[in-house]
């Protein structure tokens, strides 16, 4: 067969103006401008990239160790080695802790992240027995930032002498986080020079001689976890890391050195693009802080752990929370991380147990050793959306980064409670998109499961009381979910549905009333055969059917004693005449796909008789 006989020649190529002429024919009245979104930070998502429409002000063709370091901090990548697969370890007590991390080393995970908080280590001795029959030499530990970070930091590097752990070899990562560790758990300073006592300068010069050794890790998580956007999480994570590295060279390091001491954690959740372009655009940001202060080319890299995000964690459904972390590793993988963490499934719930873990190590195993994630440097690189939204998030962080050195510095933004005024109103409209059901939580706001099992787990320890408290996704719907529950087995909540109409016409919007009111745990009862006694009555049909029978029924509802009518139509569907003729029927509520559903829930579960419902996440009924 001739080849040429099929070459572009004798095809037209079609140009932009005629493929989204076509494009539109398909979305049936729709313009391909309606499928336009955008980010938190305002940043647009496009419906379509092309290589002539995008924004990309970095070297998408560049290699990974040169240049702005979006593709990579190290000339290798990762495909060598691939990432480090680092265990969280967060037992109560050291001889747990210590069993959790023989058996993580021993399958699989070839790092730890100690939670010397929630295990309780309080001394070098304790320290100790976490680590007991682990070798030092072959393992890096890193610490999770807390209010004794300092004390842990110099534990771990007592415990490396203590065990004659040659130099060379001692790897870990100090988790040393003044401001980190003063938004997520409170009472810190206003000041950056306060935050820097002499015992953590101490720390800071025993480290120093440690080429395997970084005494700070900067955690961005603590913003992103307090409802913080992608770019307030890039900018002001950044603007601690300029905080950390001004003290430093006052200190006396070099603008080398210091750069060597510093370590930074960014969040992974379920966006997986979002986690590529966060780490890749935090790389491009660390390597123009490295340049304009005057540092060699060869420490403008940035180390980076991702951690899987806990404010995607659901307590309802967790089994879901195994794809939420399968996605984040991925993320964190394909962006470029040096160590990614997955939060076993059930964190959200309690302390988690041998299964969980395995399989929040096993994802990691999987994509790594079976589907060969790492073997490609910078696999999303080139991408006209991945390098688009790089670009994009990487200035409009800047731009965040900039005002925190304005406002005096991330110290003094935190200590004014500018972080936390600007992280809650990002939470705030957030919330707007979950209770609407915009941003969609499986299990929890759609498709919910009213005969799951709840899984037993030991209780976690209190959260922090910092002024950036975590803030998880589903919470609020777990909070209806759980007044409901509390009710089960004396009176269950439950609503009437009232069917009007052929099955046919009613049986989409009866579906979708049974789900949307299981999402607190309310039951919705067809009566078709027997009638069922609520004081709340949610009336299911086609908009034909209403304008025929929908206000008879609502009438006839209303003269049975029925308290509360929810309809379930959007009203814009409905003629203007429709609308008011119902409500003088009496219907109170139109629910429909986008209604609040935090509202209207806590409301019906108060219409319920469970009156001791009063706020969801701070909303005053």
Known sequence: ?????????????????????????????????????????????????????????????????????????????????????????????????????????????????????????????????????????????????????????????????????????????????????????????????????????????????????????????????????????????????????????????????????????????????????????????????????GATPKCWGQVQHAMGSAVDLTQRDPWGNLLRGTVAAFGGGVGGANAVTVRPFDSAIGRSDAFSRRTARNTQLLLLEESSLATVVDPAGGSWFVEDLTSRMAETAWERFREIEVAGGVAAALASGLLAGEAEICWKARQVSLASRTEAITGVSEFPNLDEEPLERSAAPAPAAGPLPLRRRSAIFETLRDTADAATGIDAPVVRLVLVGAFADHNARSTFAVNLYAVAGILAVSDFKNRVSSPVAVVCGSDSDYLVEGVATVTSLRAEGVTRIHLVANVESLSVDLVHALKDAGVDDFVHAHTDLVDLLGRTLVDLGLDDVKTFSGRTR
């Open 1 to 293: 067969m001739d080849v040429g006989e099929f070459s572009s020649e004798r095809f037209a190529v079609p140009d932009r103006a005629e493929w989204e002429m076509l494009a539109e024919d398909g979305l049936r009245g729709r313009t391909l401008a309606s499928l336009v979104s955008f980010t938190a930070d305002g940043i647009e998502i496009a419906p379509v990239y092309a290589g002539d429409q995008v924004d990309v002000s970095g070297d998408p063709s560049g290699l990974p160790g040169l240049g702005d370091r979006t593709r990579g901090s190290l000339a290798a990548g990762g495909s060598s080695t691939g990432w480090d697969v680092r265990a969280l370890v967060n037992d109560k007590g050291v001889e747990d802790a210590n069993a959790t991390v023989l058996d993580e080393l021993a399958c699989g995970s070839t790092s730890l992240l100690l939670d010397v908080e929630a295990i309780g280590v309080a001394s070098v001795d304790h320290l100790d027995a976490v680590l007991a029959e682990v070798h030092l030499e072959m393992v890096t530990v890193a610490l999770l930032g807390s209010p004794t970070g300092v004390e842990a930091a110099g534990w771990l590097l007592d415990l490396w002498e203590r065990r004659e752990t040659p130099v060379g070899s001692r790897s870990g990562l100090l988790g040393l986080d003044p401001v980190g560790v003063t938004a997520r758990y409170g009472s810190g300073t206003s000041s950056t020079s306060e935050h820097f006592s002499n015992e953590l300068l101490s720390v800071l010069d025993r480290s120093r001689g440690l080429p395997g050794v970084r005494a700070f890790s900067l955690d961005g998580t603590v913003f992103a976890d307090a409802g913080a956007s992608d770019a307030r999480e890039l900018g002001w994570t950044t603007a601690n890391g300029v905080s950390v590295l001004r003290a430093l060279v006052d200190h006396g390091l070099s603008i080398d050195d210091a750069l060597n001491q510093i370590a930074f954690t960014w969040s992974a959740d379920i966006d997986q693009f979002g986690t590529i372009c966060r780490l890749r655009a935090a790389r491009r940001l660390w390597a123009r802080v490295a340049e304009a202060s």
